[in-house]
Structure formats: C-alpha cells, structure tokens
T-cell receptor
C-alpha cells in the first residue's frame, strides 16, 4: 500500500537549536518527493522537489535530503519565523499526478 | 502563488443545501485538483481534472461532483451538504518539471462549515 509517514507530529525548538524532520514512504515507482510549508489559515507553500536518492536541496536554513526509503528536512539554527507545519508528499505513478501526503510535522520555534 | 484563487474563502451553510466552490487559475495549466484537509487525516484528494471536461475521482469523492468547462475554472459541488463535509478545501494546479515530476501548487483555501 502506498503510504507516507512523517515524524515527529510536533517539534518544539528553541531559536538556534538545529533539528531534523523525517518523512518515510512506501510507494512503487518514485517520481519525486515534495516538501511543503503550511502556515495557519493558508495553503501549502511549495519548498523542494527531490528526485533521486542522494539528492539534496537547500533554501535558507532548510536542507532536504532523500534516501531510498525516507527524506529528511534539516533545520539549521531555526528562527521563530520558521514555525509552521511541514508536509511531505509523493506523487503516485501513472495516476494523474495524485499526491499522497504525510500527516505533517508542526514545528514551533521559541525565541 | 501560481495564479490560483478560490472563492468563496469562507462559507457557512446548512445541512442539505447545495454548495459550489470555485477554483480559478490564470496560467493555463492542464491539471487541476481539489483536496480537503482535516485534523488527523491530512490532505486528501477529492477529484482532479486533466483537461476541459475530463475529470477523475480521488480517494474521498463520495458526496462531491466537479466540473470543468473552461481551462481556467474548476468547480467543486456538494450536492447536499452534510456536517462531515465541514473542512478546509484546497485547489491545486500541476506543473511539469524538466524531470517529468508532478509539482503541485496550492490555492489559499476555502473554509466550509456545514451546520
């Protein structure tokens, strides 16, 4: 069964305290893994696409990595403005681009 | 923001009434999607469209219908709203990257409450 699981569900950090979020997946024929950021009351905002194991993408304090079974979103020296819910998603092969989403990790960064 | 707007942004309606949500895009994307987001369930696909008058079901399509008569508009209709359809609804469009992956960009959402 195609599945995406994120952990932890919630993460509280102090400003400057680096950490990682995990996204594990079981899908056939991976054609990319997406990370999104979602702020309360808003739609998901696209962050990264990772296509193959070993690939890395960076944006400001965020770095996403991909292995054959999971992806990590590393947050280096986070700031309060990084507080949001982070979602990962995987498109299903040959099904119109349907995305399967994880439940998300709610990140809170305190000053 | 990928040029996506949704209307209305908020709606309160009564059980049994019909409701139509509109998604409008300005960039001529072929694929459009409707998702709902609920606590504990995350984002789930309701219906999607792969062209004018071409639509298909997602995983939670019961109680919903869609229509796409123009490339830029994708409508989601609840024929007879129920309290279980209280949710936040998101529209998305798909772009095709050089690696033929399916990146989706989301609209701002519609918060629907069925009383």
């Amino acid at each position: 069964e195609d599945q995406v699981t994120q952990s932890p569900e919630a993460l509280r950090l102090q400003e400057g305290e680096s950490s990682s979020l995990n996204c594990s997946y079981t899908v056939s024929g991976l054609r990319g893994l997406f990370w999104y950021r979602q702020d309360p009351g808003k739609g998901p905002e696209f962050l990264f696409t990772l296509y193959s194991a070993g690939e890395e993408k960076e944006k400001e304090r965020l770095k996403a990595t991909l292995t054959k079974k999971e992806s990590f979103l590393h947050i280096t020296a986070p700031k309060p403005e990084d507080s949001a819910t982070y979602l990962c998603a995987v498109p299903l092969y040959n099904q119109g681009g349907k995305l399967i989403f994880g439940q998300g990790t709610e990140l809170s960064v305190k000053p | 923001d990928a040029g996506i707007t949704q209307s209305p942004r908020h709606k309160v309606t009564e059980t049994g009434t019909p409701v139509t949500l509109r998604c409008h895009q300005t960039e001529n994307h072929r694929y459009m999607y409707w998702y709902r987001q609920d606590p504990g369930h995350g984002l789930r696909l309701i219906h999607y469209s792969y062209g004018v008058k071409d639509t298909d079901k997602g995983e939670v399509s019961d109680g919903y219908s869609v229509s796409r008569s123009k490339t830029e508009d994708f409508l989601l209709t609840l024929e007879s709203a129920t309290s279980s359809q209280t949710s936040v609804y998101f529209c998305a469009i798909r772009t095709v990257s050089p690696n033929f992956s399916y990146e989706q960009y989301f609209g701002p959402g519609t918060r629907l409450t069925v009383t």
